[in-house]
C-alpha cells in the first residue's frame, strides 16, 4: 500500500476516534433530563370520602299496654302502613263485656238524673202543695178550737190536739219543701246524681280506652322493619311487638375524621352510591354536623340529606360510600404536589423549583386550595412556567424538561383519586 494512502487512513482514523471522544464527552457533560410540568390553568376540586349508612328519620318500637293474646297480626316486615292501619289485634272479648257494663252502669245514672229531674220535682211540687193544703186546714181548726175553749165549749185536750195538728203539718211543708229544692237545678241530690253520671261515664271512657288497646295502629305513614310477636303469644307491657321506620326524607349518617372538620359545612354538595348498587349514584347534601366529638373514635358525626326522592332501593343500616365536595376552584393555577420542595410553611407557602432557560431555580410559592394531586397557586408562579417533579438539581445548576411522561392539569383534573374510606381527603383538579 502505498505511502500517501496509509497516511491518510490514519488520519481518518484519528479523526474518527477525536469524534467519538467529543461525542461521549458531549453526552456525558450534557444537562440531566427532569420530569417537569407546564404549569395551566385548570379546574380543581377537592373531596371528602368516608363511609355513611342509611338511618330513619325516626325508629319507633310499637308495644301494647295491656296484657292479652295476640290473635292477629296484620302487617309482614318490610310492608308499608298508613296512619291509623291496624297492625296488631288481642283478644278482647273481656274488654268489650267490662265496655258494656260501664255502658249500663252509665244509662242507669242518666235515668236517675232525668227522672229527678222530671217526676221528681213534680211530686215534690205536689207533696209541697199537700202539706200547704194541710197546714191551711189546720191552722183554721186551731183557731176554732182556741173560740170554743175561750166560751167554754171545748177543753184545753181539744186545744193541745188542735196545736199539734198544726205543729205536724208546718214540719211536713217543711220536709217537702226541702225535697224539692233537693230536685231542683242546684238541689243536693240533682248534684248526687250528676256526679254518679260522670263517674259512670269516666268508667266508659276507660273501658273503651282499654278496648282501644286492643288494637295496635300505626302511628303515622311508615315501614315495618321489625316483625317481633306472632299469634297466640300472650304479650306484657312494655314489650316491643313491631319496629317501624317512619317516612321521612332519607337521612345518611357517617363518621368523620376530626381532622377534616374544618372542611366540612352545611349545604356542601354530595355524591352517594351504595355498595350494593355501585352504578346507581345519587346526590346528597350535607344537613349537620354534631357538636361534639367522639372521644374514642376521634371522629365526628355527619348527617346528610337526600333532597329528592330517595332510591328504592335503600335500606335501614345499609353501607353508602359518600363524596362531598369540600372546595373546587372553577380556573386555577395548578401546581402538582409532586412539585412541592420540603414540607409546607406555616402560612400555607412552599418552595418548588423552576426551569428557566435551562437553570434550575428555586422559589416560594404561596398556596391556596390543596389536594391530594394538586394545590392552587395564589402567587410565586405563573402560568406557562415549567416546574420540575420529584428529585431535581440544586438550583443553579442546568437541566432539561422532560414533560412526555407528565399529564397536563387538565389531564390529571380528569381523573378521580381513590380515598380510603372512614375521612381521607380525595383530590381532583376538574371532573
Sequence with gaps: MPRRLRFVLF????????LAVAATAWWALRPPLVPAQVLQPAPLVRSLVFAARVAAPQRVDLGTTVTGRVLAVRVAEGATVRAGQPL?????????????????????????????????RSAAQATVAQTDSTLVAAQAELRRTQDLVAQGFLSQARLDDAQRAVAVAQAQLAGASAQRA????????????????????????????????AQLLAPADARVLQRLVEPGQIVQPGRALLALALQ????????????????????????VVADAYPGQRFAARVLSIAPLVDAQRGAVEVKLAVPQAAPAFLREDMTL????????????????????????????SAQVHVLQDGQVQARWVRLGLRTLDGAEVLSGLASGDVVLLGASPAPGRRARADTSLVASAAAVGASRSSADVGGTISGAMGR
Excluded at 184 to 192: I, P, T
Excluded at 336 to 344: E, K, Q, R, Y
Design 248 to 271: 321521612g326524607p332519607a337521612q345518611l349518617l357517617g363518621q368523620v375524621d376530626e381532622r377534616y372538620l374544618g372542611q366540612l359545612q352545611p349545604g356542601q354538595a354530595a355524591s
Design 88 to 120: 296488631v289485634q288481642l283478644e278482647d272479648a273481656e274488654l268489650r263485656a267490662t265496655l258494656a257494663q260501664a255502658r249500663a252502669s252509665a244509662s242507669q245514672a242518666a235515668a236517675r238524673l232525668a227522672g229527678l229531674r222530671s217526676t221528681g
Design 11 to 18: 488520519v481518518l482514523l484519528i479523526a474518527v476516534v477525536a
Design 182 to 213: 233537693a230536685v231542683a237545678d242546684r238541689g243536693s241530690e240533682v248534684a248526687q246524681a250528676q256526679a254518679q253520671l260522670a263517674l259512670a261515664q269516666a268508667a266508659v271512657d276507660a273501658a273503651a280506652a282499654r278496648l282501644a288497646q
Design 321 to 348: 360510600s359518600v363524596e362531598v365536595e369540600t372546595g373546587r376552584r372553577e380556573r386555577a393555577l395548578v401546581l402538582p404536589t409532586a412539585a412541592l420542595v420540603g414540607a409546607l410553611a406555616e402560612d400555607g
